[in-house]
């Protein structure tokens, strides 16, 4: 026990000692730290650190202000003036309903280079030969034409006279027995107002429409038209075919007059569009041109400029022509001279080898030299 106890004293004073001793040692001595060596360092030394590259700074681009060019303003090209109409210019009226108004619109358009037509749209875009009440036409055409004196009046209705009509005070249904023969009776009327005074006058059929019921209907509604401008000695313009396919349907989109795709009815399936309109005139254009003759030429007349244009009467078939031959160009003096046959003219009848060979079985002798010449007497005459 007595062992012990001594043991455990020495400790502790072994302890102590190294505790007093340490302050003794040299600062730097103390904080470093003693590393051990592994065997593989001891044979072949200690394997240098490796070194890390630092890394790359990132340089922000700096922020260039870039100096806003000024816009460069397109050129439009300059709208043609408009052309000042002639004092005697004639009067194109345009009635009828919102169809109508649309095909008004597209020969304003079509005729603003004519100066000597004037287009006059009077239309009502809810009118139609049914609800008289409504707007009257019968009535109204008479002073629209006194007021206006127009040299051709153009007729379009129908479009909104799909509904029952009041005949004899009784309602009658649309397209019965009734209906069509009273309606027949309104149109060949107001047909034969616009035709008065034997005036020129077209009425313009109703085109294909999105409803297919619709469309059925203005198809029974054109025959109507046309029997009876055509009775009252006026002129029918069929449109149909401008705005439905091959297979006779609606289309919204189609030709226009030049040959290009584009949209010519609204969304709703009954308007036009400008192009439309455009189109929907092209028509009547062409009739209205073809009556009213020199005045629906665009720009001045040139029946006065082509008087010195007329070509004389050919001289008949015996007339004594004179004929010359072509100079060489490339050595003139090998046929006599700068005159043609030098100076000297000769004279036939007109007649030309081909038809002096088939005529009379003529032809002609071979220049003397030729190889065809197979004359006896060669010699040249001076």
């Known amino acids: 026990m007595s062992m012990t106890i001594r043991i455990i004293r020495l400790g502790l004073a072994l302890a102590v000692s190294a505790s007093l001793a340490a302050p003794m ?12 060596r592994s065997i593989l360092e001891f044979l072949f030394g200690k394997k240098k650190p490796r070194e890390v590259a630092p890394e790359p700074t990132i340089r922000k681009p700096r922020a260039t202000v870039r100096k806003k060019r000024p816009a460069t303003a397109v050129a439009k090209s300059p709208e043609p003036a408009p052309v000042e109409k002639l004092a005697d210019a004639k009067v194109v009226l345009v009635v009828g309903d919102f169809i109508a108004g649309s095909l008004g619109d597209g020969l304003i358009e079509a005729f603003k280079t004519t100066p000597g037509i004037i287009v006059d749209k009077r239309t009502n875009g809810s009118s139609g030969l049914v609800r008289d009440d409504y707007y009257d036409w019968p009535a109204s055409l008479p002073g629209l034409i006194a007021e206006t004196k127009p040299a051709l009046v153009v007729i379009s209705l129908g479009a909104n006279d799909r509904q029952q009509m009041t005949v004899a005070g009784e309602k009658e249904k649309f397209r019965s027995k009734a209906w069509t023969k009273e309606y027949e009776t309104r149109v060949e009327r107001i047909a034969a107002i616009a035709h008065e005074g034997n005036k020129p006058m077209l009425w313009m059929g109703m085109p294909a ?3 297919s019921a619709l469309t059925a209907d203005m198809t029974t509604l054109n025959g109507i038209y046309r029997a009876s401008a055509e009775k009252t000695g006026g002129t029918f313009v069929d449109i149909w075919d401008g705005f439905v396919d091959e297979g006779g349907k609606f289309v919204t989109s189609g030709s226009d007059i030049n040959g290009q795709q584009v949209r010519l009815r609204g969304s709703d399936g009954i308007n036009f569009t400008p192009a439309g309109k455009r189109k929907l005139a ?23 400029d082509l008087k010195d244009l007329i070509v004389a009467t050919p001289p008949v078939e015996d007339a004594e022509i004179t004929k010359t031959q072509p100079i060489s160009l490339s050595d003139p003096s090998l046929d006599g001279g700068t005159a043609l046959l030098g100076a000297a003219a000769i004279k036939g009848n007109g007649k030309s080898l081909r038809d002096k060979l088939v005529e009379k079985g003529e032809t002609a002798d071979a220049p003397l030299g030729r190889v065809d010449d197979f004359r006896l007497n060669k010699s040249a005459t001076p």
């Open 209 to 211: 429409f999105q409803s």
């Open 282 to 304: 092209f028509y009547v254009e062409k009739e209205i041109r073809r009556i009213l003759g020199d005045a629906a030429a665009d720009g001045p007349s040139l029946q006065n």
């Open 25 to 36: 040692a040299t600062p730097a001595g103390a904080q470093e730290r003693v590393e051990r």
